[in-house]
């Protein structure tokens, strides 16, 4: 369902919804997926394929936002980023704001 969707049909009940994206940087990535231990349950191996996925990944996801939707002709634009890097206290606070503010 698209985003344009899912708030008309929330429109009638008087709601409203919101798309966040978190982010967080390479270099922290590359980190928590070195440091992790695997065990025989993981989904990975070890840190070498899980590192491998992440950049098949990656390359699917840039692909994929890097194209305008079909009908508004732009490409999706969250409407609050976290930054994983930052503390999240002050940014969680600041997007509460926001929200009570509307």
């Known amino acids: 369902m698209r985003r344009r969707e899912l708030r008309g049909r929330l429109r009638p ?4 919804i919101y798309f966040m994206e978190i982010v967080t940087p390479e270099r ?3 980190a928590r997926l070195k440091r992790k231990r695997y065990t ?3 989904l990975f191996r070890n840190a070498d394929e ?3 996925v992440y950049y098949f990944r990656k390359a699917l996801r840039k692909k994929f936002l890097a194209k305008p939707t079909r009908r508004s002709g732009r490409r999706f ?3 609050f980023t976290i930054d994983n890097a930052k503390p999240l206290g002050p940014q969680i606070r ?9």
Not at 13 to 16: D, E, L, S, V, Y
Not at 94 to 102: D, E, M, N, P, Q
């Open 77 to 79: 634009t969250p409407d």
């Open 13 to 16: 009940f008087g709601a409203r």
């Open 40 to 42: 025989r349950a993981d």
């Open 28 to 30: 922290l990535i590359l």
């Open 50 to 52: 899980a590192i491998r």
């Open 94 to 102: 600041s997007v509460v704001k926001v929200i009570r503010g509307l």
